[in-house]
């Protein structure tokens, strides 16, 4: 029996992917190793253009819509980087294996944000878990802050080191918003950490409203 080709899903279809990951996914097509399946951009016109140029079947413009319906072995992940995080743990839920261009957050603090966040819950799942594991390499940081990343994985809870990490209300911002970014949002201990963290960060409600309508447009 010849061996299974693996099944390919491409969410984010801008620049990176047209220039380096779409050309190298269809060589290996060609060789008969993986199946282009499906290409995921939330701009119509440039999925629909890809998926004419690069002869890919099926087109989506939400991207949990595509994780549904796929059953895909690999996601390749090339959208914005605020959003590869979420992405990339969406995927993993979804039984694929991720392939995702760096970084996984945009510093050491989302990251710290974005755990504790995944910890809000008791615990963080091993989707959570290989997603961060497998991305530190991927990313811009230092060995230090490298170490401080896998040391918080193995801390309790900290809402108050979190709310340290906002020296300022533009931090507060950034570490509020990958907070969201990282929750399951019908987990009702996730959602009340989130509350508990907009209080503490001192964010005005229609702010705060602000930061969670768009990162909900991010993951539709």
Not at 57 to 78: A, E, R, S
Not at 107 to 128: L, P, S, T, V
Not at 192 to 217: N, Q
Request: include cysteine; charge should be negative.
């Amino acid at each position: 029996m010849a061996d299974k080709k693996l099944k390919v899903g491409l969410i984010g279809v801008g620049s990176i992917a047209q220039v380096c990951h779409l050309d190298a996914w269809k060589e290996l097509q060609g060789k008969g190793v993986v199946e282009v399946a499906a290409v995921c951009d939330i701009i119509p016109e440039r999925v629909e253009m890809v998926s004419e140029k690069w002869e890919v079947p099926k087109t989506y413009t939400n991207y949990k819509t595509m994780l549904k319906q796929g059953d895909f072995d690999i996601i390749d992940v090339c959208t914005q980087n605020r959003l590869h995080s979420s992405i990339s743990v969406d995927a993993l839920n979804a039984g694929a294996n991720v392939l995702c261009e760096k970084p996984m957050a945009m510093n050491a603090k989302e990251c710290e944000a974005m755990i504790a966040a995944a910890k809000a819950d008791g615990h963080i799942d091993a989707a959570e878990q290989q997603k961060i594991f497998g991305k530190l390499d991927e990313m811009e940081l230092g060995v230090e802050d490298k170490a401080f990343v896998m040391d918080e994985l193995k801390k309790p809870l900290d809402i108050d080191a979190v709310v340290a990490a906002a020296t300022s209300p533009e931090l507060a911002v950034e570490i509020y918003a990958a907070s969201v970014l990282a929750i399951d949002p019908d987990d009702p201990a996730e959602q009340a950490y989130l509350a508990m963290l907009a209080s503490r960060l001192k964010l005005d409600p229609d702010l705060r409203a602000s930061i969670e309508t768009e990162a909900a447009k991010a993951m539709a």
